[in-house]
């Protein structure tokens, strides 16, 4: 089994910064990518941005250049690094790690709240 806990969300105004922590626990040899997606009221949840295994990183268009994530060489905790946030991304954020096996997002954590003020 594998326990996903995000950390870092909270309010910022337009413009400002926020990182977020996901800190994996138990069975994490068997996690290969590690994504973040996150939720606004009332829409559906949306991809934001992938970690490889081998650390190659895809970004959605709407965060791109804005955010960034990384991962520690332990692969333990992965990171979201928002800049130049917009009110636009305020969401639940969502951390999820894929399966070596069938690639398929299978863990996911509890998610962290991100409001940003106009």
């Known amino acids: 089994q594998v326990q996903l806990v995000e950390s870092g969300g909270g309010l910022v105004q337009a413009g400002g910064s926020l990182r977020l922590s996901c800190a994996a626990s138990?069975?994490?040899?068997?996690?290969?990518?590690m994504g973040w997606f996150r939720q606004a009221p009332g829409k559906q949840r949306e991809w934001v941005a992938t970690?490889?295994?081998?650390?190659?990183?895809n970004y959605a268009d709407s965060v791109k250049g804005r955010f960034t994530t990384s991962r520690d060489s332990a692969k333990t905790t992965t990171y979201l690094q928002m800049n130049s946030l917009k009110p636009e991304d305020t969401a639940v954020y969502f951390c999820?790690?894929?399966?070596?096996?069938?690639?398929?997002?299978?863990?996911w954590g509890q998610g962290t709240q991100v409001t940003v003020s106009s």
């Open positions: 999820a790690g894929t399966r070596w096996i069938d690639g398929r997002y299978s863990y």
């Open positions: 138990g069975s994490i040899s068997s996690i290969n990518a």
């Open positions: 970690i490889s295994g081998g650390g190659t990183t």
